[in-house]
């Protein structure tokens, strides 16, 4: 039976205010969480709650929440399950609604607002919601309530009472009464008045009242016996050696916020059982009453992960101890696992500019992680964990700005994020996609090719050959600058556009790649206006060429740092041991100074002013000395001439067995000893080192991805109802393009780009010093090429995502192949036992080791424990179901005057003698 707003009975009590209230502790009942004692739910022990969450503190009695639990199971169970999946008329099952309207309040009037505002928005929560008043009659029995939800009883009926008098009632529209106990959110101060004056003058801090607390409190010990219920059956089922029944889980469609079972027709309860049924039977109904057990568990999950921002909410959570004991409740944790509760907030939280905000991102992805772990044990068989486990994969893959949102955060949080087992397999999955590892592939291929023509034509410019020859490379240089200068742009409008923030763009790295791109626009100009040499390179021209040839060999180390494991470590390193040995060159620095300057003043001769010869002349130079301390530093103690120098200052003899002694035997050692310790440290952090490098690695290929987003689709439904052979459908797919602003404003640059160029090379040709009888067909030529780069780009930019071909398969399994993996994910250097990586590592493992091998045996003890309790469990619940069905048919006998009085005292004297 049902109110006029759809609510059962079950909706009743979550919406019961004066219910949640005396649930809350008082000063007696707050005792550590330890000395709380157990409670079983049903009378027949098939179900414990120990309390959820991870013994935090909250404003609830668990022992007043336990024997509420109690009542709801023994109330919808065994006939009534299928009314904990009730909705009322807005969709909302059982205890659920409060939790909603709490989500709503906050999202509308705290978290919509920018991070800059203030506000204040005290009571709002009740405001929002009139709460019913009253509780369940004492004199109310379970019974009643049963036959309430069956239907047979009215609503109206006196034994479920409202204290005001009123009926069950809840209406969305705000009301005027206050109460401070349940609020959305408070304010720094509490004596200031509530009005729009002071609207933006404090920050909001959101806050868990009481009976959104109580709401997930009971549905979260629900889940937890039903779960527990669900595990005895299928122990019961797999004790009596019988195939599992293969009861098909019936699903409603996905656009529905929960999925349903028909559970309505399965009774639970022994009484039901009729005496002449077989073992077989018996078996069959514990596999489905397991079965739909899981179903109920399942669509209550999915009913609270579909909540729209409602994990987002429960992560913005001011204090700790709340938020840490929310998240820790069995419904929480399992909504985490569905892919309904993730969404675009995620990236939001990681772009938020305060710390805090993205550190509690980074909390979830690392309880994520844990999740995934702990409850893989609560899924009926291994496909269905491995199914539920690749959906929330790909979700979680598949989130607007996400892996582009981590550039902008801590390196230490990157890192955090990166080497959790949840993002781990994420970047596993983008790796291996066919467009990741195409756009690795030419992306490191093309700047390889551009170091080489740029050495071609440098060798052929400073040897003065042909200039027809020198021409030909540098033609293959200004196509492969075009390139590398649109995929530049591309990258920071893609990153800016999708990120929002400039800081994702202007980090070093990316400093990085736009000065070996302006060095190398500049020396192709150079050597281009330069040919053919008529004197000697000028000293400028070769430093030019030099520090480009230098930037581009960093750029391509960059480049496959991102795609080898070792390769990033021993970059990283080289990176690490830098910072690392910067204090002890400070040491080496002074030193150096320090005892050039004292050989100098010893050893530098008396005749300098006069004319001398050319090492008398070097000899008088003090930097010459500052030249010979370093090389003495690196080994070479020839450049002291000892009958010379020594025998005249017998002094700078011992200067220079002390600085010998300091430089070779002290402070080299201490630099060995240093290297050592940070190298040893960047291979225990290896993991954590290249999860970083190839975040910033795919952030930037995926942005460039989602550029063309809204294109991709459409491009997709143009091309697919014609021919593939037809060359207009790529034009049809094209005029059906939705430009979006980055997309536009790429293409707009990109066609200024191609005409600047192509100006550049017509002045180029006309002004040059020396005419070639085919630098016009040269010119061309480069107009073509840059034609066909630009198509080409452009192409990829807008063609379909996940489009395979033979070429693009045979490039992703030559960087499978590169990548030192194949299907399998070897990212770990932990799965490498043969390989040394220290002693902090070795030490580390082995602890692992033999933390892991405990634990393991521990389980082992506890898993043998608990089937011994189960199996006597069972026996005892098996004799007491056949001693139970045997006094019933005996009263029958005796009722029904087949049994005389002295037959019936012989058998109560046997069964007492037994």
């Known amino acids: 039976m049902v109110d006029e707003h759809g609510r059962n009975p079950l909706h009743l009590l979550g919406l019961n205010k004066a219910l949640a209230h005396s649930l809350t502790r008082t000063a007696e009942s707050y005792r550590p969480h330890s000395q709380q004692r157990n409670r079983r739910y049903l009378s027949s022990g098939r179900g414990t709650f120990n309390g959820p969450g991870h013994g935090q503190r909250s404003d609830l009695d668990p022992?007043?929440?336990?024997?509420?639990?109690?009542?709801?199971?023994?109330?919808?169970?065994?006939?009534?399950?299928?009314?904990?999946?009730?909705?009322?008329?807005?969709?909302?099952?059982?205890?659920?609604?409060?939790?909603?309207?709490?989500?709503?309040?906050?999202d509308k009037s705290a978290l919509a607002w920018s991070s800059n505002n203030k506000s204040r928005i005290s009571n709002a929560f009740k405001s929002k919601v009139k709460v019913i008043k009253g509780l369940l009659n004492k004199n109310d029995t379970v019974t009643e309530l049963r036959t309430a939800m069956s239907g047979n009883l009215d609503l109206d009926d006196k034994?479920?009472?409202?204290?005001?008098?009123?009926?069950?009632?809840?209406?969305?529209?705000?009301?005027?009464?206050?109460?401070?106990?349940?609020?959305?959110?408070?304010?720094?101060?509490?004596?200031?008045?509530?009005?729009?004056?002071?609207?933006?003058?404090e920050m909001i801090e959101i806050e868990l009242p009481v009976r959104v607390s109580y709401s997930l409190h009971v549905i979260s010990g629900i889940l937890d016996v039903l779960g527990e219920l669900s595990r005895r059956a299928q122990y019961r089922k797999h004790k009596d050696n019988i195939h599992y029944v293969n009861i098909p889980r019936v699903r409603a469609p996905k656009k529905k916020r929960s999925r349903r079972s028909d559970v309505s027709s399965t009774s639970f309860s022994r009484h039901q059982r009729g005496k002449n049924h077989e073992d077989d039977d018996d078996t069959s109904k514990r596999s489905i009453v397991s079965r739909n057990l899981s179903d109920i568990s399942y669509n209550i999950e999915v009913s609270f992960a579909s909540t729209q921002n409602a994990i987002k909410t429960l992560l913005s959570i001011d204090n700790n101890n709340d938020r840490h004991l929310v998240l820790g409740f069995s419904i929480v944790r399992r909504s985490m696992l569905h892919k309904e509760s993730l969404g675009t907030w995620l990236s939001d939280l990681l772009q938020d500019e305060r710390k805090d905000v993205r550190k509690r991102a980074i909390d979830y992805l690392m309880l994520l992680s844990d999740v995934l772990e702990s409850e893989a044990e609560e899924f009926d068989s291994s496909e269905e964990m491995e199914a539920r486990l690749n959906e929330l994969y790909i979700a979680v893959g598949e989130l607007d700005g996400l892996i582009p949102s981590m550039i902008g955060i801590d390196k230490k949080m990157v890192e955090e994020a990166s080497t959790t087992p949840l993002f781990t397999k994420v970047l596993d999955g983008?790796?291996?996609?066919?467009?990741?590892?195409?756009?690795?592939?030419?992306?490191?291929?093309?700047?390889?090719?551009?170091?080489?023509?740029?050495?071609?034509?440098?060798?052929?410019?400073?040897?003065?050959?042909?200039?027809?020859?020198?021409?030909?490379?540098?033609?293959?240089?200004?196509?492969?600058?075009?390139?590398?200068?649109?995929?530049?742009?591309?990258?920071?409008?893609?990153?800016?556009?999708?990120?929002?923030?400039?800081?994702?763009?202007?980090?070093?790295?990316?400093?990085?790649?736009?000065?070996?791109?302006?060095?190398?626009?500049?020396?192709?100009?150079?050597?281009?206006?330069?040919?053919?040499?008529?004197?000697?390179?000028?000293?400028?021209?070769?430093?030019?060429?030099?520090?480009?040839?230098?930037?581009?060999?960093?750029?391509?180390?960059?480049?496959l740092k991102s795609i080898n494991v070792k390769m990033a470590t021993f970059v990283m390193a080289i990176v690490q041991i830098s910072k690392d040995i910067f204090w002890f060159m400070v040491i080496l620095v002074v030193v150096v100074l320090c005892f050039a300057q004292m050989f100098f003043t010893l050893l530098v001769p008396g005749n300098c002013n006069a004319e001398s010869t050319l090492q008398n002349r070097l000899d008088c130079e003090p930097s010459e000395y500052y030249l010979k301390v370093y090389s003495v530093l690196l080994g070479d103690f020839g450049l002291f001439d000892r009958e010379e120098d020594f025998f005249n200052a017998r002094f700078a003899l011992v200067v220079f067995v002390i600085f010998t002694f300091l430089i070779a035997?002290?402070?080299?050692?201490?630099?060995?000893?240093?290297?050592?310790?940070?190298?040893?440290?960047?291979?225990?952090?290896?993991?954590?080192?290249?999860?970083?490098?190839?975040?910033?690695?795919?952030?930037?290929?995926?942005?460039?991805?989602?550029?063309?987003?809204?294109?991709?689709s459409d491009v997709k439904a143009a091309s697919a109802s014609e021919s593939r052979c037809n060359p207009s459908r790529y034009l049809s797919g094209v005029r059906n393009i939705k430009w979006t602003k980055g997309g536009s404003t790429f293409s707009l640059f990109s066609a200024l780009a191609f005409v600047l160029w192509c100006v550049a090379e017509a002045y180029a040709s006309s002004n040059s010093k020396t005419k070639v009888d085919n630098q016009l067909a040269l010119s061309f030529g480069t107009i073509i090429i840059n034609i066909f780069v630009f198509i080409v780009f452009n192409f990829f930019l807008t063609r379909e995502t996940g489009k395979e071909g033979i070429i693009v398969n045979c490039v992703q399994r030559f960087m499978m192949q590169f990548l030192g993996r194949g299907e399998?994910?070897?990212?770990?250097?932990?799965?490498?036992?043969?390989?040394?990586?220290?002693?902090?590592?070795?030490?580390?493992?082995?602890?692992?080791?033999?933390?892991?091998?405990?634990?393991?045996?521990?389980?082992?003890?506890?898993?043998?424990?608990?089937?011994?309790?189960?199996?006597?469990?069972?026996?005892?619940?098996?004799?007491?179901?056949?001693?139970?069905?045997?006094?019933?048919?005996?009263?029958?006998?005796?009722?029904?005057?087949?049994?005389?009085?002295?037959?019936?005292?012989?058998?109560?004297?046997?069964r007492s003698e037994a």
């Open 63 to 106: 022992e007043k929440v336990t024997e509420m639990v109690q009542f709801v199971l023994d109330l919808v169970l065994p006939d009534n399950a299928s009314q904990l999946l009730a909705e009322d008329k807005n969709g909302h099952i059982p205890f659920q609604e409060v939790f909603v309207l709490w989500i709503e309040i906050v």
């Open 159 to 201: 034994t479920i009472v409202i204290e005001t008098g009123e009926r069950y009632t809840m209406p969305i529209t705000p009301s005027l009464d206050s109460d401070n106990s349940d609020t959305v959110g408070r304010s720094g101060s509490s004596d200031e008045p509530n009005n729009t004056n002071h609207a933006f003058q």
């Open 430 to 559: 983008l790796v291996m996609t066919p467009s990741v590892a195409f756009t690795l592939f030419f992306d490191t291929l093309l700047i390889a090719l551009c170091i080489f023509c740029l050495r071609k034509s440098a060798d052929g410019y400073l040897l003065g050959r042909d200039t027809i020859s020198i021409l030909h490379w540098i033609y293959a240089v200004n196509a492969l600058t075009f390139y590398l200068t649109l995929r530049e742009f591309c990258k920071a409008i893609a990153l800016v556009t999708m990120a929002k923030s400039r800081k994702l763009f202007l980090n070093f790295s990316n400093a990085l790649n736009i000065l070996s791109l302006v060095f190398l626009i500049t020396s192709v100009l150079a050597i281009r206006l330069s040919v053919p040499l008529e004197v000697e390179a000028s000293q400028n021209m070769r430093i030019l060429i030099t520090i480009t040839t230098g930037l581009l060999w960093i750029r391509l180390i960059g480049m």
């Open 665 to 712: 035997i002290v402070l080299l050692n201490v630099l060995i000893a240093i290297i050592s310790d940070s190298y040893e440290k960047c291979l225990l952090r290896s993991r954590h080192l290249f999860g970083r490098v190839r975040v910033l690695q795919l952030a930037e290929i995926i942005a460039i991805q989602y550029l063309f987003k809204d294109a991709n």
């Open 824 to 910: 399998e994910a070897e990212l770990s250097l932990g799965n490498e036992s043969d390989d040394w990586r220290g002693r902090v590592n070795y030490l580390s493992n082995e602890m692992q080791r033999l933390n892991e091998e405990f634990v393991g045996q521990t389980r082992e003890m506890i898993d043998e424990s608990e089937g011994r309790t189960l199996t006597q469990m069972y026996e005892i619940e098996t004799k007491m179901d056949r001693f139970q069905d045997n006094i019933v048919n005996q009263v029958r006998q005796l009722l029904d005057g087949s049994m005389g009085p002295e037959c019936y005292r012989a058998s109560t004297f046997s």
